[in-house]
């Protein structure tokens, strides 16, 4: 189950040549808390020459329940690679069209993860 923290830095001290006492206060943020849920991105190649590099990014799920709806963005930097649309993007082997590839940032919607699975998104570049 998700949690929320929350977090707010408070000041005191002197202000301006006549040292005037001031307090303020920074922006609260809030931040969710997901455990078990972690993903893990790898190439295929550390140094690459030719041919195409396969990425790989593994979700898994130990959080207690069911991660849906999910939404995998990747910012491909365009300058050096490009998209194979030829390979396409798979999911736990399997080619999906559940994706979109616009300018330079691939979004795969992601099937259900229950809890204690994985699932595993490939998807290749080749040198632009």
Request: hydrophobic share 35%; aromatic share 10%.
């Amino acid at each position: 189950m998700a949690k929320t923290t929350l977090n707010q830095a408070d000041f005191s001290g002197s202000y301006g040549t006549e040292a005037s006492p001031i307090t303020f206060a920074s922006n609260q943020v809030t931040t969710t808390i997901v455990g078990g849920l972690t993903a893990t991105l790898s190439a295929s190649k550390q140094y690459w020459v030719d041919g195409p590099l396969l990425y790989t990014v593994v979700v898994t799920n130990n959080s207690g329940e069911t991660y849906s709806k999910g939404v995998l963005a990747d910012k491909i930097d365009t300058t050096n690679v490009t998209f194979d649309n030829d390979y396409a993007v798979q999911i736990n082997g399997e080619k999906t069209s559940d994706y979109t590839y616009t300018g330079g940032v691939l979004t795969v919607n992601l099937p259900d993860v229950s809890d204690g699975s994985s699932l595993t998104v490939t998807f290749q570049v080749t040198q632009a």
